[in-house]
């Protein structure tokens, strides 16, 4: 497998794993099929993306995309992503609604029953929206319980004007006294700590604005860093994965089959290599003639001394052919052979004259 096309399957999976994570943390899912609605607001209360689309408080979807109608320009239109499987009459409402204390904004789809005529993906649903107090408390009840403060507000200006409830009230007011001199000496509190720090609080609003300052110097810089990984990621989907795993795939098969002959061949290497040791073992023992050759040191002395011999005839016969060969064209006597002054035979050993 060449370098590039490893560093190309790491782009794919690290860029598949990148966006599988972006979708679970987002509340969506690659692999389940989802219906798209859409609702228009007047105002949208800074509902946000990926926020909940619920039914009786059971998470159905969640808001997908925001975006200005472009008719007008000014009207907000929010994309609802539902469940496959839910099935939406066309008269439902979306409600806008607060989902805590914390403000915490959701769609709340209302509608009574099993649809007769349901709503098909890229419909527009009725929208609407729903107060914190009305979410917490319902509607059609702030009156009533409005009705019940103003009793328990009548009943108590009763009893605050009667005889007891003048004492009540100059007590009160002298525990309101003190409430004020405890909150203006927290006051004071306050501001001495404010003056020791004040220094310490400038330098946090200087560092602060040193930060905002090289974001902003940065802007630059992190548009093509954006940029980069627009291009990263089109290049990435160009890619044909399936061809890339194919050949993947084949290269490891050739390797497998590689790696079965290299076995082989060690294999044979082995049994080879167990011959020869078994040959050498059957040397040194002594056994076969083999053994005998390589044991018997009068036999490789023998083999040195003729080795020797036929050397030095070659040489005598090299120098003095005529005391070997006799040749007379005309009848001529030979003459007797005088032996030089460094014949080899003259200088071989005891051994060869004998």
Known sequence: MTKELRIALLAVVSMTILLLGYKFIIGKSLLSKKQIFYVKYKDIDQLQVSNPVLINGFEVG???KIFLDPLDNVTPVVELEVKNDIK???????????LGLMGGKGIQLQFTGNCTDCAQSGDYLEGGS??????????GQIDEYTAKIKIGALSLWDTLAGPDGKKEIREGVRNFEKTLTNLAQSTTALNNLLIRNSKKLDNVISNFESISAT????????SHIIKNFDTLSTQVKDVNITKTVGEFNTTLQESKKAILELKSTLTTAEKSLASVNSLIKKAESGDGSAAKILNDPALYNNLSETSRQITLFLQDLRLNPKR???????????KEYVPIFDDPAAMQPDSLKK
């Open 62 to 64: 969640g808001v997908n």
């Open 88 to 98: 939406i009459p066309k008269n439902a409402k979306a409600i806008l609604a607060s």
């Open 130 to 139: 729903k107060s914190l107090l009305d979410n917490f408390i319902g509607e």
């Open 215 to 222: 974001f902003q110097s940065s802007n630059k810089e992190i």
């Open 324 to 334: 070997y060969v006799n040749v007379s064209v005309f009848g001529k006597k030979q």
